[in-house]
């Protein structure tokens, strides 16, 4: 028993001073003053949240009698902390220059290209005799951009490269290629016509495939516990789909998932999702999730769930009510005996012939994790409720879905979105193939994972190939439009 899963479990009950901020002089007497008052406030608020804990306890019935924390085997990891010259002055010019490519695209209304990089080390002593210092630095590079239809509808593209070095500096040349492709392809979608709701077989190519199965299964293996709350105070409270599943099929008897933290690269690509000990202490092994089909396991922290007491080292983000969250690392999802990528085409277009429709649809990519505005999310949110779902549960828009004709010709469409896409759907993959995708992201338990929606993240993985579903849903999306400026915008290429 302890002062997490509660309802106030991790708000300021504590002094009533104000910490401000971190110094950053390398000041012993600041430094130590800093420390002293912010240990003392969380020790106040520990015990004010544990007595308001105890005394809600008193007046309501708990069924679940699991314990708040698990005992973990102490761990003592210190590694050497790495420091990389970073070379500012080359990055803003490579910025710059990534950056004017847009001007060549009049129809893109708004673009941005930053990199963010962080050298640091993540320290952690407690009580049970535990000691870590391990590296905790990144590179993360981002390339967003939008455009307007001339209907009104907003169009946007990202793309992101990730890295655990904070030296790591990408090719040029790739970034440029990048680039290139986010911007034709937000042209081209502007030129795109609407399409039209849609019932039939859809086939996500390799990338598309890790976007999906990162956001549709990836965070379902993580569990969640509901809080000790109080009498007429209720809490919107959403479990995972898997939650009660351990031992049922969720995909079809062919496909097996990996989580493997221990993975440093896989042919020869390095994997983001490697990390050495968990927020918890604990240090991670491989875990299989699914066997044939079948789940077999989900991801913990030290937080006990009913009838799980052990961690399995997958505390990787700091979640609600006191405790840390659950999140993937570098998850395998492995298909036997795949196709070959123009196969699985082929199977997608023998599946409309069967139905009788006049075209399959492709989707080569997600708007996950999204690039939306805040704005635009809630939104989309509101748009996507409408059909039933919470926002728990929503699932990311595609931005490149393609018509396939039967004679293999394809047309770029724009403006759908899923429904009822779920854990359950899975089921209903029919086929895999095409060389396996590595994707990588930053996972920060926000709908959509949306960019900058918090303020901390985990590193992950998804290598998965493509897949083929018998019959997936789509529709139209009826947000409501802006009409356009009445004067067109000013040329990006004079603003320089």
């Not at 509660?6 to 950053?24: A, K, M």
């Not at 659950?326 to 139905?355: H, T, W």
């Amino acid at each position: 028993f302890d002062n997490g899963n509660y309802i106030y479990s991790g708000l300021n009950f504590g002094s009533g001073y104000d910490l401000g901020t971190l110094p950053v002089d390398d000041n012993y007497m600041a430094l130590r003053h800093f420390f002293w008052l912010a240990t003392d406030g969380a020790y106040k608020s520990a015990l004010e949240i544990i007595a308001r804990k105890r005394a809600a306890l008193r007046n309501v019935t708990v069924a679940d009698q699991t314990p708040d924390f698990s005992s973990a085997e102490p761990v003592r990891l210190i590694t050497a902390i790495p420091k990389r010259t970073v070379d500012e002055e080359g990055w803003k010019s490579r910025l710059r220059s990534l950056s004017a490519l847009f001007a060549a695209y009049p129809r893109i209304i708004s673009s941005s290209v930053d990199v963010g990089i962080g050298q640091g080390a993540f320290y952690l002593v407690n009580s049970e005799g535990t000691h870590v210092r391990v590296p905790e630095s990144a590179m993360h590079f981002q390339a967003r951009a939008s455009a307007l239809a001339t209907d009104g509808m907003t169009l946007r593209d990202s793309w992101s490269f990730h890295a655990l070095d904070a030296g790591t500096n990408p090719p040029e040349a790739e970034l440029r290629r990048r680039v290139q492709s986010l911007a034709e392809n937000l042209d081209a979608l502007v030129q795109a016509p609407v399409g039209e709701p849609y019932t039939g077989p859809v086939m996500f190519e390799p990338e598309a495939a890790a976007q999906l199965l990162a956001e549709v299964l990836g965070r379902s293996f993580a569990l969640r516990r509901r809080p000790v709350s109080e009498p007429g105070r209720p809490l919107p409270f959403v479990d995972s789909e898997l939650e009660g599943r351990l031992g049922s099929r969720i995909l079809p008897e062919w496909m097996d998932v990996v989580d493997d933290p221990t993975q440093a690269e896989w042919r020869g690509r390095p994997l983001l999702g490697r990390y050495l000990v968990d927020l918890d202490g604990v240090v991670p092994k491989p875990l299989v999730l699914v066997e044939r089909g079948v789940l077999k396991d989900y991801i913990q922290t030290r937080q006990p769930l009913r009838g799980r007491a052990g961690s399995n080292g997958r505390a990787r983000l700091h979640g609600g009510f006191g405790a840390n969250a659950a999140a993937i690392s570098n998850l395998f999802v492995r298909a036997g005996e795949p196709l070959a990528l123009a196969e699985l085409k082929k199977r997608l277009l023998d599946l409309c012939g069967q139905r009788n429709k006049p075209y399959g649809l492709l989707v080569r990519k997600m708007d996950f994790p999204s690039s939306a505005s805040r704005a635009e999310f809630q939104s989309l949110v509101a748009a996507m409720s409408q059909d039933g779902a919470s926002a728990a549960r929503l699932v990311s828009m595609p931005v490149l879905v393609y018509r396939v004709y039967p004679d293999g010709r394809e047309e770029l469409v724009r403006g759908l979105r899923f429904r009822d896409l779920t854990v359950r759907s899975l089921r209903d993959i029919v086929a895999a193939g095409g060389e396996p995708a590595v994707f990588d992201f930053l996972e920060n338990g926000a709908p959509f994972a949306l960019m900058g929606a918090a303020s901390f993240v985990a590193e992950s993985s998804v290598i998965a190939p493509g897949i083929l579903f018998e019959e997936l849903q789509l529709a139209r999306s009826e947000r409501e439009l802006p009409k356009l400026p009445m004067a067109p915008p000013p040329p990006l290429a004079l603003a320089r």
